[in-house]
């Protein structure tokens, strides 16, 4: 397999996700974030969000009264009892198995767990294998 090198910032800035039901998605995100080891950064009467990731009702101001489509997120892991424990914590949250943990076929390494939030969307947890990093994060200040 080729090696490949990524050079540059981030492809996706933020995203929003509209809920029908934002208690219970914020019950399933927190545990999923706990286990991914990602702090909720806030939360209001009608949204929430943790590092790009918004959760809002659809009577949120930015939500214009409409729900969002079904959407599959990745969020990174560190290792794969990571994804492991991401797998417990969202099916305990509420979430719905769509893939329990383990190899795929992607590439070499690919180690990951799909799960169905409250609201339909499918979300993963990978860990891509043993990596060189150039920097564990990259830090913006405004």
Same mark, same amino acid.
């Given at each position: 397999?080729?090696?490949?090198?990524?050079?540059?910032?981030?492809?996706?800035?933020?995203?929003?996700?509209?809920?029908?039901?934002?208690?219970?998605?914020?019950?399933?995100? &927190? *545990?999923?974030?706990? /286990?991914?080891?990602?702090? @909720?950064? =806030?939360?209001?009467?009608?949204? +929430?969000? #943790?590092?790009?990731?918004?959760?809002? &009702? *659809?009577?949120?101001? /930015?939500?214009?009264?409409? @729900?969002? =489509?079904?959407?599959?997120?990745? +969020?990174? #892991?560190?290792?794969?009892?990571?994804?492991? *424990?991401?797998?417990? /914590?969202?099916?305990?949250?509420?979430?719905?198995?769509?893939?329990?943990?383990?190899?795929?076929?992607?590439?070499?390494?690919?180690?990951?767990?799909?799960?169905?939030?409250?609201?339909?969307?499918?979300?993963?947890?990978?860990?891509?294998?043993?990596?060189?990093?150039?920097?564990?994060?990259?830090?913006?200040?405004?």
């Amino acid at each position: 397999m080729e090696t490949h090198e990524l050079h540059r910032g981030r492809l996706i800035d933020h995203i929003q996700l509209v809920v029908k039901d934002l208690p219970a998605s914020k019950v399933f995100y &927190t *545990a999923v974030f706990k /286990a991914l080891d990602i702090p @909720l950064s =806030g939360s209001g009467d009608d949204y +929430f969000w #943790a590092d790009e990731l918004f959760v809002s &009702t *659809a009577d949120s101001e /930015a939500a214009n009264g409409e @729900l969002t =489509g079904r959407h599959h997120l990745a +969020f990174q #892991a560190q290792d794969k009892a990571m994804v492991d *424990a991401f797998y417990k /914590a969202a099916l305990d949250a509420g979430g719905k198995d769509n893939g329990a943990p383990g190899i795929r076929k992607y590439h070499p390494g690919y180690y990951g767990a799909f799960v169905i939030d409250p609201d339909g969307n499918n979300i993963e947890a990978v860990f891509h294998g043993e990596a060189k990093r150039s920097a564990a994060s990259v830090v913006v200040t405004f």
